[in-house]
């Protein structure tokens, strides 16, 4: 890892100037720090992948395969062909600027290329000179330009450049997406062989093992009981979670991360307890043991696959619905791809909270639940004792993640849980948060060492939006619904405002919950002090 | 000086001396005043039709709404139902308050650098002119419907009665006509003023600003200075409408033929340009779709057979290991 400026500097280093030279003429800089390292070649020969020799984008060739042109202008008209968005993405686009300062990696990093209009500009000028006819009669007066490996380099930077996060789409008047822009030029990319390990790793862990982190079966039960005897030391209570139990009510996923990485790690004890309290008739599974989906970032048939264990086990274990943990763009794709891409759910039923009653209609045909919804609807009905002051050397605010913000919209129920679980609760600025949220700036696949530099500028903006609270009101915990959310802030924070730390909302929920039969508590999940006078 | 509005400034001189020499020098008045008018038309509809089907003809194959408010969730959580619709009503409804007001533009903001910190503030202006332009293209459109409508239709004597109701010089000034010109160079002033949308400006974008500057300029010079003979452009304009094509005797001035053929002009370039926004604004999946796909399936028409890695295949990758760890095995 190279080392990266101390945050004054950055902060400093931001110029919104613009080059001389249009963009179309300027390098793309592949010094060491601004790119992903390319995949091994094992994790594409897994998943039946255009395998690449070992290259690295700091090499002057590349060495593309021979009809490297033909590969990409036959996968752009295909998915052409397959994708309206993609299509009218395209052509409408008006370059009216009101997604160029919407962009935290813009923000970030002053560089015009991550302007969403830019970005999408990348892939426009080829499609123009290749699918339209002003761009074939006008060529670069129509804004058409050749493909070259140039423009293949440009793609490889600056589409695992962006986040994905949908921020910019919020503004656009016409709602044009670069998550979609994104996702398709990533696709191509792929079929040069030209994807990120900090990507295609997880995604052949997962289809393999069944998560992201490669964690075989036995070692997940281990861990999950290792947290079983953290909880009966902070408790007192004893819990027995259940594996691959055939006849549970509930299938109970979430990310990996929960499973294997603090602070997510005390978001899945926070789960277990409030599991093992109300008596949930749950299991969870070893084979469908990630929620995310690191395919959403390499394809949409990479998605697919993996994505088809959640359904697949839902019916071999026989249970009645799903229940799913913190996370982001795993929701995203439970919200808009899940039962499109594996269903009909028809083996399920449409999921009834066994303590309350309560119908989850919105959930009524691909039958699974986010963890917020459900425990929002415990707390409503009344059916956990709360101890909010338990939390209470937390002032807590709260950081929506982009995909449950602005892919599916789940904005209260996280905040409502918040305010029952803790006496100190602040949200950030309004045009920080809900759907004008800000990125980690590490999602889509970009949580990766080597991009430090980038990561910290991307992130800048939420850090910033978190000082502002933290100066205002002393909040000095961050809260989020999401894996990738809990292993990019903890750095970012630590960078730009270190007094602030890192929690799901069910860590919190944890501490303030009053299980039958525990003891005294005078620790927290962290097996910190519960008050900071003790400390 | 940018090359970009260079082309276009130049591309648009160029038009307009064509059609005034054209029609005025050369008198090819039949040329610009009956041929290309159909052309244009011609072009217009075939290329936005074509543009149309073909955007139709791409499925949607998944459902992906950017969501900008609350979800539909337990009946006690306010859901958003503009923002965030679950039905094909509150779809309606954002689609609405998209197209005739704006309202994703009008969320538009500015980041600031003050001092160590960033700062978002509210801005008006990109929202305010383009409301001010594209409303008043509209009324200037609607307006010469007088021009190819016999007897006039109501709609547009009240719009005139509103558009003229400051009741000033003679003939009375139309509001539009000199809004749109003013939109119309505000936007353009936008484009060269502010860096950053300067440096994302293409040619693309510079021509048609430029091109209904001129289609303004040369409208309003015509009514307020060189009084062009209105009856004489009516029994053009009826004539292209009635298909009883001619050139009115006398002719008409060569000011004419080059506002005429700028209009030709624009109305043949949209198929083939950001113009199509017009039509491409309703078929854009993340605003024209409602956030249901957990309550309804959306079908995928080329949802694709994929490789899966099994249960099975999973166990047997792994039986002993599980069974050590007594976790539950389909085969012992």
Not at chain 1, 68 to 79: D, P
Not at chain 1, 158 to 187: H, K, L, N, W
Not at chain 1, 366 to 394: C, G, Q
Request: aromatic letters at 12%; a neutral charge; charged letters at 20%.
């Amino acid at each position: 890892m190279v080392d990266i400026l101390k945050p004054e500097e950055m902060f400093n280093s931001i110029d919104y100037a613009l080059p001389k030279k249009p963009w179309e003429d300027v390098p793309t800089d592949f010094s060491e720090g601004t790119f992903c390292y390319p995949t091994k070649k094992k994790n594409q020969e897994y998943l039946s992948l255009v395998a690449k020799d070992e290259w690295s984008p700091a090499d002057e060739d590349w060495k593309l395969p021979p009809n490297w042109q033909e590969i990409i202008h036959e996968g752009f008209k295909e998915r052409l062909e397959k994708y309206r968005s993609l299509k009218v993405f395209m052509d409408i686009c008006v370059r009216c600027g009101a997604c160029a300062d919407k962009c935290h990696f813009f923000i970030g990093t002053g560089d015009p290329k991550n302007m969403p209009v830019v970005r999408a500009e990348l892939l426009r000028s080829i499609y123009r000179n290749d699918f339209t006819i002003a761009g074939k009669i006008l060529g670069s007066i129509a804004g058409a330009r050749k493909l070259t490996p140039a423009v293949i380099k440009e793609w490889f930077a600056y589409f695992y450049q962006c986040s994905e996060c949908r921020r910019c789409s919020v503004y656009c008047p016409y709602g044009i997406d670069t998550a979609e822009i994104t996702m398709m030029g990533r696709e191509l990319l792929s079929l040069l062989g030209l994807n990120i390990n900090w990507i295609l790793e997880p995604v052949a862990n997962c289809f393999r093992t069944g998560n992201h982190l490669g964690i075989q079966p036995h070692a997940f039960k281990e861990m999950i009981e290792f947290f079983c005897d953290d909880i009966e030391e902070i408790t007192g209570v004893k819990i027995n979670p259940s594996f691959n139990r055939k006849g549970a009510e509930i299938l109970f996923v979430t990310p990996s991360g929960d499973v294997f990485a603090d602070p997510g790690t005390y978001t899945m004890m926070g789960y277990l307890m409030l599991f093992e309290h109300i008596g949930l008739d749950y299991t969870l599974s070893t084979y469908a043991s990630e929620g995310g989906n690191f395919g959403l970032f390499t394809s949409s048939d990479v998605m697919k696959r993996l994505n088809g264990k959640m359904y697949q086990e839902a019916k071999r274990l026989g249970v009645k619905w799903i229940l799913g943990g913190e996370c982001g763009h795993m929701w995203r794709v439970i919200n808009q791809y899940m039962e499109t891409m594996n269903g009909p759910a028809d083996f399920l039923e449409v999921p009834k909270s066994p303590l309350t009653g309560t119908v989850f209609k919105n959930a009524a045909s691909t039958k699974m639940v986010h963890i917020a919804e459900f425990t929002a609807d415990l707390i409503k009905h009344n059916k956990l004792k709360l101890d909010p002051s338990r939390n209470d050397k937390f002032k807590v605010t709260f950081h929506d993640s982009c995909n449950p913000s602005r892919a599916m919209g789940l904005l209260d129920e996280p905040r409502y849980v918040l305010k029952n679980v803790c006496n100190h609760f602040y949200d950030m600025p309004e045009n920080t948060i809900r759907e004008q949220t800000f990125c980690c700036g590490s999602g889509a696949g970009l949580n990766t060492e080597e991009i430090m530099d980038l990561r910290m500028r991307g992130g800048l903006p939420r850090a910033n939006a978190v000082k502002h609270v933290h100066d205002k009101y002393g909040v000095n915990m961050l809260a989020c619904i999401c894996a990738i959310d809990r292993a990019a802030l903890p750095p970012l924070m630590n960078y730009w405002v270190p007094e602030v730390g890192v929690t799901g909302i069910h860590e919190l929920v944890g501490n303030a919950l009053v299980m039958d039969g525990e003891i005294e508590r005078t620790i927290d999940l962290r097996q910190e002090p519960l008050k900071e006078e003790e400390e | 000086m940018n090359v970009n509005y260079l082309y276009s400034l130049l591309a648009v001189v160029v038009l307009g001396l064509v059609a005034y020499v054209g029609a005025g020098s050369v008198g090819l008045q039949g040329v610009f005043g009956i041929f290309i008018p159909y052309l244009a038309l011609v072009i217009f509809i075939a290329g936005f039709v074509n543009r149309v089907m073909d955007w139709a003809k791409s499925p949607v194959p998944f459902r992906i709404p950017t969501t900008c408010g609350q979800q539909q969730s337990m009946d006690w959580i306010k859901q958003n139902k503009i923002d965030n619709p679950s039905t094909t009503w509150g779809v309606l409804v954002r689609m609405f308050f998209e197209i005739v007001l704006f309202r994703s533009l009008f969320r538009n903001s500015r980041v600031e650098i003050v001092g160590s910190r960033l700062s978002y503030k509210w801005v008006v202006w990109l929202w305010l002119f383009a409301i001010l332009f594209h409303y008043s293209f509209l009324a200037v459109v609607v307006r010469h419907l007088r021009f190819f409508l016999e007897p006039v239709p109501f709609f547009v004597k009240a719009l005139e009665q509103m558009d003229g109701i400051l009741q000033v010089g003679l003939p009375g000034v139309f509001i539009s006509g000199v809004t749109l010109l003013a939109g119309a160079l505000l936007l353009l002033m936008r484009r060269i003023l502010i860096p950053k949308i300067n440096y994302i400006s293409k040619a693309a974008d510079y021509f048609p600003l430029l091109l209904i500057i001129g289609i303004a300029l040369t409208g309003l010079t015509m009514r307020y200075f060189t009084k062009v003979d209105v009856t004489k452009v009516k029994e053009l304009t009826m004539g292209l409408a009635t298909f009883h094509m001619g050139i009115p005797e006398g002719g008409l001035s060569a000011l004419f033929y080059v506002h005429l053929f700028f209009v030709c002009i624009l109305v043949a370039y949209i198929p083939f340009s950001k113009l199509m926004h017009m039509g491409g604004v309703f078929l854009s999946p993340t605003r024209n779709l409602a956030n249901n796909s957990r309550m309804k399936r959306h079908i995928n028409p080329w949802n694709p057979k994929v490789k899966f890695h099994t249960y099975d295949e999973y166990e047997d990758d792994f039986r002993e290991k599980m069974i050590e760890a007594g976790l539950p095995v389909e085969k012992e």
